[in-house]
């Protein structure tokens, strides 16, 4: 059933997959090259704002949103974690767990931001108000989709490491920028 949503999404948008395989091509240009440059965070940060973004308002199935932004989190964090081992490095696994856990932070603080500004939309709108179609039924195999999801996503968290975002300025220029991109 997700498999079929997809294709049918991919036939629907087809310039949305070529952003995500285009992302994903400069990522894997990132682990090889300077991936610490200007152009490179700035690259990070707009996908994963994309991401974030489209957990909240995107049309396909919230099964394949949620596994695209937890493997847009891996993927974002992959350099910080190959570049050191292929350098030799000593502090190999000092980095990775900050950026991760940076990644994770903006991402859910964007997506909160994104359905904050969805809902605030909607209850302004001067649309009539729908109320829900009945009982929701979820397909045992989308029950186990959202095992390996949360699986995933707790291994993730456990790895990260929250402990240098303790700064309150940060933390606002944080939101704030989360804020912005949700509302784009």
């Given at each position: 059933?997700?498999?079929?949503?997809?294709?049918?999404?991919?036939?629907?948008r087809?310039?949305?997959?070529?952003f995500w395989?285009?992302?994903?091509?400069l990522?894997a240009?990132?682990?090889?090259?300077?991936?610490e440059a200007?152009?490179?965070?700035?690259?990070?940060?707009g996908?994963?704002?994309?991401?974030?973004?489209?957990?909240?308002?995107?049309?396909t199935?919230?099964?394949?949103?949620?596994g695209?932004?937890?493997?847009?989190?891996g993927t974002l964090?992959?350099?910080?974690?190959?570049?050191p081992?292929?350098?030799?490095g000593?502090y190999?696994?000092?980095?990775w767990?900050?950026?991760?856990?940076?990644?994770?932070?903006?991402?859910?603080?964007?997506?909160a931001?994104s359905w904050?500004?969805?809902s605030?939309?909607?209850?302004t709108?001067s649309?009539?108000?729908?109320a829900?179609?009945?009982?929701?039924?979820?397909p045992?195999a989308?029950?186990f989709?959202?095992?390996?999801?949360?699986?995933?996503g707790?291994?993730?968290?456990r790895?990260?490491?929250?402990s240098l975002?303790d700064?309150?300025k940060?933390?606002?220029?944080g939101?704030?920028?989360?804020?912005?991109?949700?509302?784009?």
């Open positions: 059933m997700v498999i079929k949503l997809m294709l049918n999404s991919f036939r629907q087809p310039l949305t997959w070529l395989i285009a992302a994903a091509c990522d240009v990132a682990v090889f090259t300077d991936h200007s152009f490179a965070n700035a690259l990070v940060l996908q994963m704002f994309v991401a974030s973004g489209w957990l909240v308002l995107g049309k199935h919230r099964l394949a949103r949620a695209v932004l937890i493997a847009t989190l964090s992959l350099p910080d974690f190959i570049v081992r292929l350098r030799g000593f190999r696994d000092l980095v767990p900050h950026v991760l856990a940076m990644l994770v932070s903006l991402a859910m603080a964007t997506a931001m904050i500004w969805w605030l939309a909607k209850f709108s649309e009539p108000r729908t829900s179609s009945g009982k929701r039924q979820f045992l989308e029950l989709g959202w095992m390996i999801i949360v699986a995933a707790s291994l993730g968290i790895w990260a490491d929250f975002q700064n309150p940060n933390l606002a220029l939101l704030a920028l989360a804020s912005l991109a949700a509302a784009m």
